[in-house]
C-alpha cells in the first residue's frame, strides 16, 4: 500500500505525453517556497467530483510527478503516511502490496529524516484518499536579519567584548521535512492553495525564526571570533559566508534546537554591513597599526613615519625642529641606518651636583673665590 515508482529521475515533457493527468508543483512559485499543496495537470484538471483546481487530494491510481530538488508528503489526517525524496513519477496505489511508503533515492534521505520516519510513521493502514504536499529540498536563500542597537560579545583576539550593529542574510535547507511538518508548520499552511514561505512577512512562524536568529548572532559573532581556525580576526566575517554559517547555525541549534527539532539548517549567510560601536573601532585601528609596524613592512612604515616627522618639523620649527627630530632618529636607530657618534652631553644633576660641592667647600674656607670662579666655569663650559 503507497506509492509504486513509475519512472526514476528526472522527469519531462514525454512523462507528461504518457500522462494526460497528474498531480505536481505548482507554477510562478518564488524561489523562497519552502512547502505547498500538490495541484493536477492535464486534461481532467477540475472536473468530476473534484471541481477546486488547486485540490490535492490523489486516490488509486493518481500519477505524481517529483521534480527534482523537491520531496513528496503525503498525508492522511494529519499524519504523514509516505515521503519520497528521489525525482521521477508515482502511482499511489493503496491496496497494492509491492508499494512502498518511503524511498531513499540514492542516499537523499539521511539517518535523520529515517528516524524521524520511524518514530511518525503512519501506524494504520492508509485509507483510499490522501492530501499530496511537496516540500523544498532546495537552498531557500533570502532570509534577512538585521540589528536595531548593537549586540555585544566576547572577542578572543582583541581580548575584550566588542560591539556592532550588523545585517544580512542567510540561506535555509530543510534538512528533515517530516521534523519540519510534524513540528514547526502550521496547520493553516497544510491546505490546498497555501505556501509556506519563509521570506512572507504575514508568516508567524518565518518572523519567529528571524527573531531567533536576532538573538542568537551575538553568540554566533562569539563562536567565530574565538575559534582559533578562523584566526580570530572579526573583520574576516564578511569574506567568510560558510565559516560563520556554521557558527550561526550552531547558535540557533544550542539555542533553539533548529535541526534537531525543526528539521532545519543555516547553510550559508551574507553580511551585508557591520557597523562597530566607537570603542570597538578604536581598537581596531589600534589593531591595524600593531599591525603596520609588524616585522619589515613595519620598518618601512616606521622610516617613513619619521620622514614625514623630519618635514614637518622643517616646515614648522625651524632648525631647531629639525635638530629635535634628528636627536629622536639617532635614538631610535630609524631603518637600521648608521647614525653619527656624538658626545653624549653631560646630565644637568652632576654638573649641579659639582657646583654644590664646589660651593660647600667655598663656604667652609676649604678653598678660594677664584678656585670656586675656576670650577663653576668649567663645569658650565665657559
Known amino acids: ?47 468530476g467530483s473534484n471541481t477546486s483546481g488547486s485540490s490535492n487530494i490523489i486516490s488509486n491510481g493518481s500519477k505524481i510527478v517529483v ?28 491496496d497494492d502490496l509491492n508499494s512502498q511508503s518511503i524511498f531513499a533515492g540514492d542516499g537523499i534521505v539521511t539517518p535523520l529524516i529515517k528516524q524521524s520516519w520511524e518514530r511518525f510513521k503512519f501506524g494504520g493502514q492508509p485509507g483510499a484518499q490522501q ?37 544580512g542574510s542567510y540561506t535555509l535547507k530543510i ?63 564578511q569574506q567568510d559566508s560558510l565559516g560563520f554559517a556554521q557558527s550561526l547555525s550552531a547558535a540557533v541549534e544550542q539555542g533553539y534546537q533548529w535541526k534537531s527539532d525543526r528539521g532545519l539548517a543555516i547553510v550559508k549567510t551574507a553580511i551585508v554591513s557591520i557597523e562597530y560601536d566607537a570603542n570597538t573601532r578604536e581598537l581596531l585601528k589600534t589593531v591595524q597599526r600593531a ?15 619619521v620622514a614625514q616627522g623630519i618635514q614637518s618639523a622643517g616646515e614648522n620649527g625651524g632648525a631647531a625642529g629639525l635638530m629635535g627630530i634628528g636627536m629622536a632618529s639617532g635614538m631610535m636607530g630609524v631603518g637600521n641606518l648608521q647614525q653619527p657618534a656624538t658626545p653624549a652631553a653631560a646630565p644637568v644633576d652632576d654638573t649641579v651636583a659639582k657646583l654644590k660641592k664646589a660651593k660647600e667647600m667655598l663656604d667652609l674656607g676649604l ?15 665657559l
Open 367 to 381: 678653598i678660594t673665590q677664584a678656585d670656586y670662579d675656576a670650577a663653576k666655569a668649567k663645569a658650565l663650559g
Open 291 to 305: 599591525d603596520a609596524l609588524a616585522g619589515t613592512r613595519g620598518n618601512s612604515n616606521l622610516q617613513a613615519s
Open 1 to 47: 500500500m503507497g506509492l509504486i515508482q513509475a519512472v526514476k529521475g528526472a522527469v519531462g515533457g514525454v512523462l507528461a505525453d504518457q500522462w494526460k493527468d497528474f498531480y505536481t508543483v505548482p507554477n510562478g512559485l518564488p524561489s523562497t517556497a519552502a512547502l505547498f499543496a500538490a495541484v493536477p495537470r492535464g486534461t481532467n484538471a477540475g472536473r
Open 67 to 94: 521534480p527534482e530538488g523537491y520531496g513528496l508528503l503525503l498525508m492522511q489526517d494529519g499524519a504523514i503516511t509516505a515521503f519520497v525524496a528521489e525525482a521521477g513519477g508515482y502511482e499511489w496505489r493503496s
Open 175 to 237: 534538512e528533515d521535512p517530516i521534523l519540519f511538518v510534524k513540528n514547526f508548520v502550521p496547520a493553516a499552511y497544510l491546505q490546498p492553495g497555501k505556501v509556506f514561505d519563509f521570506t512572507d512577512m504575514d508568516n508567524a512562524a518565518a518572523n519567529q525564526l528571524f527573531n531567533e536568529v536576532v538573538s542568537s548572532l551575538a553568540p554566533a559573532f562569539s563562536l567565530y571570533s574565538n575559534d582559533p581556525a578562523k584566526g580570530n580576526r572579526i573583520t574576516k566575517l
Open 131 to 167: 492530501a499530496a504536499f511537496f516540500v523544498s529540498l532546495k537552498e531557500l536563500p533570502d532570509n534577512r536579519f538585521g540589528t536595531q542597537s548593537e549586540i555585544y560579545w566576547d572577542d578572543a583576539f582583541l581580548n575584550t567584548q566588542v560591539g556592532a550593529v550588523t545585517r
